[in-house]
Nanobody, 131 residues
Framework: QVHLAESGGGSVQSGGSLTLSCAVS????????MGWFRQAPGKEREGVAA???????????YYADSVKGRVTISQDKAKNTFYLQMNSLKPEDTAMYYC?????????????????????WGQGTQVTVSS
């Protein structure tokens, strides 16, 4: 059974940094994609960043334009843990952040743009950026 456990949210001032973590279990030796999504009150869910465990270009990180240059997604394969390092945070980054994972066919871009096809989600962690 696949399980995702997030941690690392919190409150920071504008310009600050946060790192979110997501521990993934249950995929065994299968390759899969993992990504971060966020949803602010009254807004649609937005893909933030995604990465794959497969050792090809399909697994290369992909970032939404809204966070490109400020966010880095990475993985510790030994720990099956993924990280989202967020720098230069802005008030508009305030949202509930969710990690998600699935062994979909495709690449990181597809994973990030097709959340309806993802079966496994974390419980969410709140990120609040004050001005």
């Amino acid at each position: 059974q696949v399980h995702l456990a997030e941690s690392g949210g919190g409150s920071v001032q504008s310009g600050g940094s946060l790192t979110l973590s997501c521990a993934v279990s249950g995929f065994g030796y299968r390759n899969y994609f993992m990504g971060w999504f966020r949803q602010a009150p009254g807004k649609e869910r937005e893909g933030v960043a995604a990465i794959g465990t497969v050792g090809t270009s399909d697994g290369a990180p992909y970032y939404a334009d809204s966070v490109k240059g400020r966010v880095t997604i990475s993985q510790d394969k030994a720990k099956n843990t993924f990280y989202l390092q967020m720098n230069s945070l802005k008030p508009e980054d305030t949202a509930m952040y969710y990690c998600a994972a699935d062994d979909l066919y495709g690449n990181a871009w597809y994973f990030l743009t097709a959340p309806s096809k993802i079966n496994y989600w974390g419980q969410g962690t709140q990120v609040t950026v004050s001005s």
